[in-house]
């Protein structure tokens, strides 16, 4: 137990690097790690194992700032409790460009900071991600290994965002007790009491999914300690509410909304320095505090060392696989292995939807790599993301490696984040392309972290026939490759569907999304060739000779009409090339040389896809023919739907031969 | 009361016109509308307040089937109660292309679709814009002319989408009495039994956020009128977990997932034509049992008329207002106000952050337009929102024009969408753009049903500063303009934000999402000009003569960059053209002869925008030079980040003169 006066002097340290820094930035929001000091100091001091020398430490316990506005609370305690990439100059640095201190958490900015937060209620999400990466690991290297516990810091803004009752359910479901939820019952919002808006009570709706629930009072050192025992207890999640005041010490804006998103002003934070007696000046923590916190910061030293020992001592291979995993690399077979894979489509040649494609692609995967952990939101059967060795994660039992996310794209999306970042797993989950617009914030979340989750979007196109405009993505391509490091990958046969899914498990530090028709498709790829292709972005998949007169672009299922219309003009004078685009941000990457060539220099230039043109004038220029979409869908017969649209191969050799005349 | 047999038999001609149709699409869902047969029929032939011969009257009650594959329990009610858009052949062309009866209910094919479903949740958050558009209606129009329910038959999937907890949260706070959410509780999901994949009490988490919750046998009739009675009777709103079986009827597939989204097949059919006692043809419904549906369709006809009288009856302006605003006109004198509104804007030239500037017209419009209901998702003070007009929406209390939405952007565009959908409101309501993925879903069926719902997006760029890349939108521009049937406007300064809004208010059948500025900006418009130059799309803002020999485009915060660039270009010998360009969609629209005129032919092409490029290739073309961003933003000032990035007019200068050195 520390004694209560020097908790309140290592708590007010927080509170006034966190006024200070905000009030040096003229930005940022001073109310929450005045209201949680409390809570972080005492999470920190006696129950946090974490090593600020080793911050990567696998087994370390994970603490997620989900109300990633209070950024302060966390760059507070990475200084205080001496994470080096954290110094006083960063604290002084505080949301300015080029500084780790960003207004809002970045993953990948400092040791310390376990996922990027700010959009409410996603660190929540990849919370629970993170805490059933721990139950997935655990199940197969065991307490020795993988037991460490899952903390989050939520506001009400996390828990009135939808993805949290996702994410609760989920997690009661599947009984993750070793996560725990921190709510900052703070009862304020920007716009003023949270009463404005909501009046829901939150004990009673965790409970409802299965969680355990405790009340708090969110300054009584003792009571928070008491709780986060009883939480650690328990076999199921826990949502603890702590009962606290925004702004804690703030003389006049305490308690209120003025507290949340603005600084407090010099009279303000001179008055909360009267009140706390704290008599240090701005940036300043006194040296007996500072040390206080430096102490705390060493107090998992030892247990990190132990389990160095426990994994020097296991056996070599579990070893060997337990930190290949944890340092992301793939097994050396993999390459081999798909490979051999193409080896054998090329004998094959199925005809086959790309979702089917996928998993035959998968069944291969899965059996090299024991990290894949698949999943889907509830369209198991149409996304095709189950395979034969994949056993089911159920609640309280965590030795499978599929697992029904239920009818929850954005929670699944978010807690794959959480799974990536955790570590020593690649998690990729399924659900129908259109659908990603639900998945959106999480998807681009991944884009800006870096990191390597997999999304599998089936059902593409009006290709998916009957279920209409609601199902059919029409934008959605295009809306997924304006989001900055990610790649939007789109094979169009067995072949490419392998070497996509290589690509999307190399690419360590850009998430991919591939997605896959409903339909059948002829396969375009039926020589086999060692190179993967598609890492290309695009390449000449059928030449013309030195007198082509058109290049026909094209990605997945389109890329056979290409072919096929290709076919027609070549029979009738006008050879054709034709560019397969499985993936336009590789195409960027490649040299302008190869660029250029690909372009190629024909009269003509047309591009197909089932979707929007847009994006698609980098590859066919802005007075070049575009075959696609122009608005939504409708409900009907796959085929009838391409007739109806005009996207079809007579279509491609009728825009092609109104140009070669015009050219003329 | 109606026998138990003759409720059998109307309750089973919903199920066989649901099986025939789906099997003979050989594609769609029989489940739900078997399962749910009995809950329809009591509530269609007991409860429901509509009249099939006018199907639009503004004070029927409202039914959603927020469950959209269940779509044939809809198209068969339809067709059995008497719509005249829904005739027998419209069933058997189930899902085929040109028909009404697509594969989920799509708003605007058939009277008596109240809203497009399928995507999961959305329809339940629909009625809660619906039931909370009665509210507001009845405050001011009294019980006279708006008193009616909202129904909802929700299914497993929409209860755990995220967008549901928003959506009850809200209802339950406010107090929606009127609001009955009819739960299809068949714990099948389409993986299998929805314990794979979730354990919650749906009872008691509706509970915890203030709703009246019932359990009763959704195969019993009387059960049924009892619940729904008791619901009606509530002083909040109500939901009611029915328990059926799925697929109920089918003898080997029901209460199974087989019967959930597959044809069940001849023989599966056969059976339930014995086990159900049916002997009538596909498709063909007795002619006693059409009759007694049809006469349930002239059930509230007597209603209907009365409420007819009493709206004669009604005031001359009370009257006149109210069905202006059912008719979705706007009051004459909009026009006028406008450009009164833009003739005071000229002699001030305001100096305003477009946040800003779009307060300043919304306090002309509100006071103009009794129809407006504003509201932001708790960013009021950022979003700017709120006018000096509007009363805030309290719990139980519907005089006022503003809601607070809560930390809930999806359930506030799906609300939004609900309230246009009802009519007689115009909704607007803010968030941050980057949030827009959050609220993206719900934009999307704004765009398919084609309804006048404004969304206001503010921090529109890197130019919110340091709050960083999570709140900094970079793609979101393009994948707006990405959805179909959507306005993105983008106003440069204030002249130009009234004009965007009035676009947005005489949209009728497109929502819009404008786009504005945290950060102050320069006035761009600073002479008065009669006409609406941003309904242009692109319009010349700034001409350079015959000898121009740059264009420069640019929209929102970027116009004044171009007006500076242009500037220096003048002084350095290269005459510049400047276009603004506030929305792409509108630009499309008009004349080939006009959008010629605007590309121009000058010899260098430049756009600026504080976004990605994607899109903007239409007005540079491929190799036209493109001045903004490549990848996420960063956490600073926005000055800084502005010059980090190369977002200046010197950088203009230079590209250009780059360039015009090339052609040289």
Sequence with gaps: MIPRDKHDRMANAIRFLSMDAVEKAKSGHPGLPMGTADIATVLFTRFMTHDPKKPNWPDRDRFVLSAGHGSMLLYSLLYLLGYEDIDIDEIKNFRQLGSRTAGHPEYGHAAGIETTTGPLGQGLANSVGMALAECLLNARYGDELVDHYTYVLAGDGCLMEGISQEAIAFAGHLRLNKLIVMWDDNRISIDGPVSLADSTDQCERFAASGWNTLRADGHDPEAIASAIESARASDRPTLIAFRTTIGHGAPTKSGTAKAHGSPLGAEEIAGARKALGWDADPFV????????????????????????????????????????RMRGDLPEAFTAVIDDYKKKLAGENPKVATRNASEMALEVINDCLSETIGGSADLTGSNNTRTSQLGTVEPGSFSGRYIHYGIREHGMAAAMNGMALHGGIIPYGGTFLTFSDYARPAMRLASLMGIRSIFVMTHDSIGLGEDGPTHQPVEH????????????????????????????????????TIALTRQKLEPVRTSYVEENLCARGAYELAPAGDDAAVTIFASGSEVEIAVEAKRQL?????????????????????????REA???QTPVRIAIEAGIRQGWDRFIGSDGVFI???????SGPAPDLYKHFGITAEAVVQAAEARLGETK
Tied chains: 1, 2.
Aim: charged share 30%; proline share 5%.
């Design 285 to 324: 923590v006194p040296s007996d505090i500072l040390d206080d916190w430096r102490l705390a910061g060493l107090r998992s030293a030892k247990e990190r060392k132990e389990w160095e020992k426990r994994l020097a001592a296991a056996d070599a291979d579990t070893r060997a696989e337990f930190e290949r």
């Design 477 to 512: 391509l295009a809306a997924l490759r304006a989001i900055p490091n990610h790649n939007v990958l789109r094979p169009a046969d067995a072949v490419e569907a392998a070497e996509c899914w290589q690509i999307a498990l190399e690419s360590r530090k850009v998430p991919s």
């Design 570 to 594: 070549d029979e009738r004078g006008h050879p054709a090339r034709v560019v397969s685009v499985p993936c336009f941000e590789l195409f960027e990457e490649q040299s302008e040389d190869y």
């Design 598 to 600: 690909i372009l190629g």
């Design 628 to 634: 696609g979409m122009t608005g939504f869908g409708a």
